[in-house]
């Protein structure tokens, strides 16, 4: 397996977007694709993150949540 096949496999399996058949994928579609996949995955994290954290910062005001040595 050549590096660019390891590279879009890998990329791929972190991407979340399972693996895939590289026949038939010339060199630059291949790299093209892994950098999709890693650049979606990473987009989906942090879109997740800003959409989750006022969910999160609610819930942790409902259960009066605080970290420790702050004064009221």
């Known amino acids: 397996m050549s590096w660019l ?7 791929m399996l ?10 038939g994928l010339t060199d ?4 093209f694709a892994g ?3 890693l650049y979606a995955g990473l987009l989906f994290i942090a879109v997740m993150g800003i959409v ?3 969910v999160v ?4 005001h409902r259960f009066h949540w605080e970290t420790r040595g702050g004064s009221k």
Do not use: C, Q, W
């Open 28 to 31: 630059a579609g291949k790299l």
């Open 5 to 11: 096949d390891a590279f879009l496999n890998s990329a």
């Open 35 to 37: 950098l999709y996949a």
């Open 52 to 54: 989750l954290t006022p």
């Open 57 to 60: 910062h609610r819930i942790l």
């Open 14 to 23: 972190l991407g979340g977007m399972g693996p895939v058949k590289t026949e």
